[in-house]
């Protein structure tokens, strides 16, 4: 018996692009979103827009419209007496669970970065940062003026990290290390997870002053606090010693190879020689395949001073600069790899 069922037409070009294009919208809608918490506001069952919007002091016909176009998307549904429902899409846009993304949805819709982001074109012609000529400092410099903004960015760092660390965690094994130090280390996430699942490892969490306050605060009372001794300071001056393992984790991305190589070369001055440099990144690799780490290279191009995301080579490039070898890459089931390097 024959099937003349077929398979539906495959979409014109101009169709997929406009798809594509369109993308920013579909951002900026979740952006939204979580902007407003309303993924909390339904924590507690299912909502008219009228009175979700009295909740969160919004204006009711709008905020039906950015539900209605979310529900379109599987983020929240709407059911037949008009109420709004979560859905498995929306439930990381929830503050209070384990892997929230709503810092992350947040930060993408941050004023200032989006601006950075529209000028992203000059910024490729001239090979300037984007983020400088629109708003005349960097971004470090600008969060640092801008609390509120501080913030939403740690907030979305945190959920970056918590969304990689499990994938990292099974790729590799950070159990035969000492004293792991971790640089620029931020709020600790990544270290109290490795010394949660290590109990032998020590680990020593640096960064700068504002922010090592804020990691004392979260990792107090903690399981792993005894065995994380923190300390102040910037990996452009020096890089503490005390550890066999230096771990970096989304930092270079941050910075030109030469600003890298800077970094880097303060590890190798403290490093045994028996010693392993851990760089967790995206790793480019090459032809056409998509990867996350292919558009994050576009948000550094817009936003940083330079940083960008790295090839395996160029990787490699900035090792031998610094007084290391690349031993191997770690891939991993998260955008990120590991990226090991030896004293050389």
């Given at each position: 018996m024959s099937d003349d069922r077929s398979a539906p037409p495959e979409p014109p070009p101009a169709a997929v692009l406009m798809q594509m294009v369109?993308?920013?919208?579909?951002?900026?809608?979740?952006?939204?979103?979580?902007?407003l918490g309303v993924a909390d506001v339904l924590c507690a069952g299912p909502l008219t827009p009228d009175a979700i919007a009295t909740?969160?002091?919004?204006?009711?016909?709008?905020?039906?419209?950015?539900?209605?176009?979310?529900?379109?998307?599987?983020?929240?549904?709407?059911?037949?007496?008009?109420?709004?429902?979560?859905?498995?899409?929306?439930?990381?846009?929830?503050?209070?669970?384990?892997?929230?993304?709503?810092?992350?949805?947040?930060?993408?819709?941050?004023?200032?970065?989006?601006?950075?982001?529209?000028?992203?074109?000059?910024s490729i012609h001239l090979g300037e940062p984007a983020f400088r000529r629109v708003h005349g400092k960097s971004f470090f410099?600008?969060?640092?003026?801008?609390?509120?903004?501080?913030a939403i960015f740690d907030q979305a760092m945190h959920a970056v990290s918590s969304s990689e660390i499990p994938a990292v965690l099974a790729a590799y094994d950070f159990g035969d290390a000492g004293t792991i130090v971790d640089v620029g280390g931020g709020d600790g996430t990544l270290l109290a997870a490795i010394l949660d699942k290590h109990p032998t490892v020590r680990g020593i969490l640096y960064?700068?002053?504002?922010?090592?306050?804020?990691?004392?605060?979260?990792?107090?009372?903690?399981?792993?606090?005894?065995?994380?001794?923190?300390?102040?300071?910037?990996f452009f001056d020096a890089a503490p010693p005390g550890g066999d393992t230096y771990l970096l984790k989304h930092i270079l991305h941050d910075w030109n190879d030469e600003q890298s190589v800077q970094i880097l070369r303060h590890c190798r001055r403290v490093i045994p020689a028996s010693g392993r440099l851990l760089i967790v990144?995206?790793?480019?690799?090459?032809?056409?395949?998509?990867?996350?780490?292919?558009?994050?290279?576009?948000?550094?191009?817009?936003?940083?001073?330079?940083?960008?995301?790295?090839?395996?080579?160029?990787?490699?490039?900035?090792?031998?600069?610094a007084g290391f070898r690349l031993a191997r890459v770690v891939a991993s089931d998260a955008p990120t790899a590991v990226v090991e390097g030896r004293p050389i």
């Amino acid at each position: 018996m024959s099937d003349d069922r077929s398979a539906p037409p495959e979409p014109p070009p101009a169709a997929v692009l406009m798809q594509m294009v369109i993308g920013r919208w579909v951002s900026q809608t979740i952006s939204a979103a979580a902007e407003l918490g309303v993924a909390d506001v339904l924590c507690a069952g299912p909502l008219t827009p009228d009175a979700i919007a009295t909740k969160i002091g919004a204006h009711g016909p709008s905020l039906h419209g950015l539900l209605r176009t979310l529900a379109s998307l599987g983020i929240f549904a709407e059911d037949a007496e008009g109420r709004f429902h979560q859905t498995p899409l929306s439930e990381p846009l929830r503050s209070d669970v384990p892997g929230s993304l709503r810092g992350w949805a947040r930060y993408a819709g941050l004023r200032v970065a989006v601006l950075a982001w529209a000028d992203l074109a000059t910024s490729i012609h001239l090979g300037e940062p984007a983020f400088r000529r629109v708003h005349g400092k960097s971004f470090f410099d600008y969060l640092a003026t801008a609390p509120a903004d501080a913030a939403i960015f740690d907030q979305a760092m945190h959920a970056v990290s918590s969304s990689e660390i499990p994938a990292v965690l099974a790729a590799y094994d950070f159990g035969d290390a000492g004293t792991i130090v971790d640089v620029g280390g931020g709020d600790g996430t990544l270290l109290a997870a490795i010394l949660d699942k290590h109990p032998t490892v020590r680990g020593i969490l640096y960064d700068l002053d504002h922010v090592v306050g804020r990691s004392r605060e979260r990792l107090a009372g903690t399981a792993v606090a005894a065995r994380i001794e923190i300390k102040a300071g910037s990996f452009f001056d020096a890089a503490p010693p005390g550890g066999d393992t230096y771990l970096l984790k989304h930092i270079l991305h941050d910075w030109n190879d030469e600003q890298s190589v800077q970094i880097l070369r303060h590890c190798r001055r403290v490093i045994p020689a028996s010693g392993r440099l851990l760089i967790v990144e995206c790793v480019i690799t090459p032809g056409n395949d998509p990867g996350f780490g292919k558009l994050l290279d576009l948000e550094m191009i817009a936003v940083t001073e330079g940083g960008r995301e790295r090839t395996e080579a160029e990787f490699a490039a900035l090792f031998t600069a610094a007084g290391f070898r690349l031993a191997r890459v770690v891939a991993s089931d998260a955008p990120t790899a590991v990226v090991e390097g030896r004293p050389i």
